[in-house]
């Protein structure tokens, strides 16, 4: 977390449960479009299905969503191995439309000279690198290249929306 004064720290230091409930809240509304699955990670069964509305978690900054709160249990027992399967299917949903990606460290194009592109899994959003040297500058100061990233975004579906009249 970040703050803006020592005044603000210490408002959170006397009621951090209040100030994480809302940066959960919004790590929530921001992750949740990009969502890719359509069933628990732990059990199988449908989000949102049979068992009830489904339980979102926040862990380590992303989103997970499960079907019940036993679910939760069992994935605090492995939290590795689900996460792998989560940033499996950010990938597969997000990498075409990755395709054409500039490296938001380097600037380049990834794909091209530098070979394969490096995926990379934060806040269930999939980023690209062109090498691991620009993962490694990324995972340095992540706020300063995302930024870029959202913006890019925002470009990109002004844009979209500008184009189908929107």
Known sequence: ?????????????????????K???AIIAQQKPLYPLTTCMVS????DGDMGEAVDLVYGNRLVRFCCKSC???????PAKYLATLDAAVIKAQKKDAQG?????SG??????MGE???????NRLLQFCC?????????NPAKYLAKVHHAADTKQHEHGAHHGQ
């Open 1 to 21: 977390l970040r703050f803006a004064s020592t005044k603000n720290v210490a408002a959170f230091k006397e009621d951090p449960d209040k100030y994480l409930a």
């Open 23 to 25: 940066v959960n809240a």
């Open 44 to 47: 199988g069964e449908a989000l």
């Open 72 to 78: 939760v249990g069992e994935f605090n027992k492995d």
């Open 101 to 105: 990606a500039t490296c938001p460290v």
């Open 108 to 113: 380049d194009k990834v794909g091209g000279d």
């Open 117 to 123: 592109p490096v995926d990379y899994v934060v806040g």
């Open 132 to 140: 691991k040297d620009c993962v490694k500058m990324f995972e340095k």
